[in-house]
């Protein structure tokens, strides 16, 4: 299995932050509504699992979930999406790096944002609520009181919460990127996502679906949902601009930086001649 180090991993993530920034609001707004579809859809299919799970299974059921959650991951990163956690890692480290402005970083994550916003929202309300996968009996049940837990927390906890998650999610889409071959970055995406979902650490995009809905079915408001919202994207940011993205430019990128300029200053600074010389060179070319 072909795999990239971490240094090169480096490099091909801020390449790849520069790419996403790049990209026309028309294709960040489709790509992202794909992720925040594919997340929802990776809840949806956790909670339809689990939901009437015995209550003897304790953390098991947990564990179960956890473990069909990435399949919304996997797909954003192989299928093709823009998902906000994992810009959150990218995006940074280009600016970091200085390929980007910090201008262009906060535009691209809050379009992203958008974007997740309302492919998360379309599975709540169309899957979730229309066609009534999350609407009544115990599926009902466990979407309340999944999104209970999430409501619960202070900002504070909120926003700690979400530094867990993303360092754990921004290091899914590390692992994905050092892999060459699809077995390989499936196996790189699984294992971190599973551990923040069975940790129940709190992933903005994911809250996007789980949190409204509840709404949509007569459960908590949207002012309680927008006092979620803040600090867990706050969080986030942190955990993947911080933990992942600043951290690893600090040990793989920061020397290569200074190496390259001082070799790019040294090769524009012209050469001095000293009068000896230049009288020197005009007597040997009169003798000449």
């Known amino acids: 299995m072909a795999t990239k180090t971490p240094q090169e991993v480096a490099q091909y993530t801020a390449q790849a932050g520069l790419k996403k920034a790049q990209n026309p609001v028309s294709s960040v707004l489709i790509l992202g509504f794909l992720a925040g579809a594919f997340i929802a859809l990776g809840f949806l ?112 906890q909120a926003f700690i919460s979400g530094i867990g998650c993303n360092w754990l999610v921004a290091l899914a889409v590390w692992l994905s990127y050092a892999a060459d071959t699809m077995s390989g970055k499936i196996l790189g995406i699984w294992f971190p996502t599973m551990a923040f979902v069975a940790i129940g650490f709190q992933h903005v995009v994911a809250n996007m679906f789980l949190i409204p809905a509840a709404i949509f079915e007569g459960h908590y408001s949207w002012g309680q949902y927008v006092m979620n919202f803040i600090p867990v994207w706050l969080g986030n940011l942190t955990g993947g601009a911080l933990f992942v993205a600043a951290a690893y430019w600090m040990v793989y990128l920061r020397k290569t930086e200074q190496v390259a300029t001082v070799v790019k200053e040294e090769t524009m600074v012209p050469a001095v001649t000293s009068p000896m010389e230049t009288e020197g060179r005009a007597m040997w070319s009169k003798q000449a």
């Open 45 to 156: 299919l956790d909670i339809r699992v689990i939901a009437s799970a015995p209550a003897e299974w304790g953390s098991i059921a947990t564990f179960i979930g956890a473990a069909v959650f990435p399949v919304g991951l996997i797909l954003v990163l192989i299928g093709g999406g823009e998902l906000l956690t994992g810009n959150m890692m990218a995006v940074p480290l280009a600016a970091i790096t200085r390929k980007i402005t910090p201008a262009s970083m906060l535009k691209n994550l809050l379009l992203v944002t958008l974007g997740n916003l309302l492919g998360a929202l379309f599975v709540a309300f169309f899957f979730g609520h229309v066609l009534g996968l999350t609407a009544e009996g115990v599926y009902l049940t466990k979407v309340v009181d999944m999104a209970g837990h999430k409501l619960h927390d202070s900002f504070l």
